[in-house]
Every structure is written in structure tokens, then in C-alpha cells.
């Protein structure tokens, strides 16, 4: 079965940066988008950002534009999140996922997803 596992979480101080991997594995990875997503304590899971399957397109979500930057690697399977400028509303559980890279990026029907990871930005 498909198997997403994600690392590189921490804690950092706020304006610090992070560097978040995914290394997928049972999968066809270059035909699958990769998305990034985020749950804070006590909050529901939302969306931060997703790049296609060549790795030429992405999107973020606006709390996030200008701070993180996602790419991929498809020959080592790896989809990573570069997580700079941090504040502490950054705080969560950091899940990466992936899905056919069909239709609207803002459609989070993700059947693939890892265990997650922390990142903890402290003030």
C-alpha cells in the first residue's frame, strides 16, 4: 500500500525556518499532486500548499504565500516544504498527501496521506 512518511519537524524560535520532507513509496510518484497540509491543536486540518506532478506549478494558502516554499523531487520520490520567516501561529501537525494531479487545487479529496509531523514555533 501506499506509504507517505514525513520528517524534519522541530522546534524553532519564531523568524526561524524549517525544512519539512515526504518520502512517498508505492507509487507512481511524478503522476501524483502532493499537498501539505496543517492541524493546529483543537483545529480542524487545512490546506497550505500543493505542487503538480512535474513540479512546475504550485499553490499556497495566503497565511502562508511568500514564507513557504514547496518542491519535489521525483527521482527520489520526495515532495518537501520549506517553511521560512515562522511565527508561532505556524504551530501543528504538518501532513503531507497525495492525489491524482487532476482538477481545482482547492479540492482536498487526498486518499494518500502520512503520519505527520510536529513543528513547534515558540515566541
Known amino acids: 500500500q501506499v506509504q507517505l512518511v514525513e520528517s524534519g519537524g522541530g522546534l524553532v524560535q519564531a523568524g526561524g525556518s524549517l525544512r519539512l520532507s515526504c518520502a512517498a513509496s508505492r507509487l507512481t510518484f511524478s503522476s501524483y499532486r502532493m499537498g501539505w497540509f496543517r492541524q493546529a491543536p483543537g483545529k480542524e486540518r487545512t490546506f497550505v500548499g500543493a505542487?503538480?506532478?512535474?513540479?512546475?506549478?504550485?499553490r499556497y494558502t495566503d497565511s502562508v504565500k511568500g514564507r513557504f516554499t514547496i518542491s519535489r523531487d521525483n527521482d527520489k520520490n520526495t515532495v518537501y516544504l520549506q517553511m521560512n520567516s515562522l511565527k508561532p501561529e505556524d504551530t501543528a501537525v504538518y501532513y503531507c498527501?497525495?492525489?491524482?494531479?487532476?482538477?481545482?487545487?482547492?479540492?482536498?479529496?487526498?486518499?494518500?496521506w502520512g503520519q505527520g509531523t510536529q513543528v513547534t514555533v515558540s515566541s
Open positions: 498527501a497525495a492525489r491524482f494531479d487532476i482538477g481545482s487545487y482547492y479540492v482536498y479529496n487526498y486518499p494518500y
Open positions: 505542487i503538480n506532478r512535474i513540479g512546475d506549478t504550485t
